[in-house]
């Protein structure tokens, strides 16, 4: 069973950084489209970064470009986003999450949770100001 599991969340001052990682196991996702999602309370589940199989076209919501970078190594079967200059705003569980299928990818695809059929269980990252 295709499990994700996601590690580096906690708790930083405004300005600071933090890197999240993604394991997957159970099933190789070197040929699908990965992404990060996060989720703040009372707020729906939005697209933060997303990156396609071959790792060579990547994407950001502009609440956060230019401060985040995904990343993936399809040899270890990870994906991850180091986060700089973070903002109080950016305090929300993060999810990282493997698409439906594989070999999809475009830029309405990538950003979209209902795309994505494998996810983990969630990061918290709280950044005080």
């Known amino acids: 069973q295709a499990q994700l599991a996601e590690s580096g969340g906690g708790m930083v001052q405004a300005g600071g950084s933090l890197r999240l990682s993604c394991a997957a196991s159970g099933r190789t996702f070197s040929t699908y489209t990965m992404g990060w999602f996060r989720q703040a309370p009372g707020k729906e589940r939005e697209s933060v970064a997303g990156?396609?199989?071959?790792?060579?076209?990547?994407y950001y919501a502009d609440s956060v470009k230019g401060r985040f970078t995904i990343s993936r190594d399809n040899a270890k079967n990870t994906v991850a986003l180091q986060m700089n200059s973070l903002k109080p705003e950016d305090t929300a569980i993060y999810y990282c999450?493997?698409?439906?299928?594989?070999?999809?990818?475009?830029?309405?695809?990538?950003?979209?949770?209902?795309?994505?059929?494998?996810w983990g269980q969630g990061t918290q990252v709280t950044v005080s100001s």
């Open positions: 990156i396609k199989w071959s790792g060579g076209i990547t």
């Open positions: 999450a493997a698409a439906r299928r594989p070999y999809l990818y475009s830029s309405d695809f990538v950003k979209s949770v209902d795309n994505y059929a494998y």
